[in-house]
């Protein structure tokens, strides 16, 4: 037990430092700036998705509720009217052509920002040298990758709102039994699309090559951490009241404070993974394409 408080506190101590010396803020103004303006185009691509299986109505009304739940319930409304402003317009073939393009262009430049900063935590980058061809199919498998993740997290919303509308369908009937049930299955689901989300950005976005089981560990912290501070984050936007002090735009400020420090956590959960693989002996070496580099600290005087 000794032993097992004192690696834990070298490893947290290591990536308090390391995480200091870095650019967690930048890197997550940036993910947190892109975020919000590609909202309405994710939106739209969200709920025509959904309305192949239920109704607009109801699907809107589902995403509204698990952004609510998931951020903090004030800017559900905000979200609400986002989505039957947008929903108005008339939303032909190029209306939901636009909304993909600007959704794929947002989630490649997100993408970029978010493995830039974790290659930064790894401290690799890209050889100047390297042919582009050998790159872009690089970068090519890695985009995949992330785009069938992006589908898989797409089609677990969608489950999740056909769980709930489902359940709604059968509450009267089996209110008794259904209720607890339908709450754990929610959860454990929810718990698993986390945990597989983190995991799978360790392991795949970074030009590094980290092996499944430190990117399991990584995944299970930042879970950690971000289930955590889920609760301290909207402990402090209701304290503060950010939606009465900025107004109409207060909702969508919450929402950017949200994106912003999610993405701090994910920065954060990868320099405690870091750590944890050097405590543990196992070096991380660069992909093909990429190369070491050391932090070099530079001293500022008046």
């Not at 390297?130 to 992330?146: E, N, P």
């Amino acid at each position: 037990m000794k032993n097992f408080l004192k690696h834990t506190w070298q490893i947290l101590k290591n990536a308090k430092k390391n995480f200091q010396h870095g650019e967690p803020i930048v890197y997550s103004a940036a993910i947190a700036f892109f975020t919000i303006f590609s909202l309405p185009a994710i939106l739209i691509v969200l709920t025509l998705t959904g309305s192949a299986f239920f109704s607009e109505e109801k699907v809107r009304q589902e995403i509204v509720r698990k952004i609510g739940g998931l951020i903090n319930p004030e800017a559900s409304g905000q979200i609400n009217d986002l989505l039957e402003n947008v929903l108005d317009f008339p939303v032909g073939f190029w209306g939901i052509f636009v909304a993909i393009v600007v959704v794929i262009k947002s989630a490649t430049i997100i993408f970029f920002i978010i493995q830039k900063a974790l290659n930064a935590v790894w401290q690799v980058r890209v050889k100047p040298n390297v042919k582009y061809i050998r790159f872009l199919k690089h970068r090519l498998i890695t985009l995949a990758m992330v785009a069938g993740l992006g589908l898989l997290l797409v089609l677990s919303i969608l489950l999740n709102t056909i769980i709930a509308i489902f359940s709604e369908q059968l509450l009267d009937t089996f209110e008794q039994y259904f209720t607890p049930i339908v709450r754990v299955i929610n959860t454990a689901f929810y718990l698993v699309v986390v945990f597989g989300f983190f995991t799978a950005v360790h392991k795949v976005l970074p030009d590094a090559r980290i092996s499944w089981k430190d990117a399991l560990a990584g995944g299970a912290i930042t879970s950690i951490l971000f289930l955590i501070g889920k609760q301290v984050i909207n402990l402090i936007l209701g304290s503060i009241k950010i939606v009465g002090i900025y107004a109409a735009a207060g909702s969508l400020v919450v929402v950017l404070l949200w994106v912003f420090y999610s993405s701090v956590i994910l920065i954060l959960g990868a320099e405690v993974t870091k750590a944890y693989a050097n405590n543990r002996g196992r070096e991380v070496e660069p992909t093909e394409i990429a190369q070491k580099f050391e932090h070099t600290e530079v001293e500022t005087g008046v």
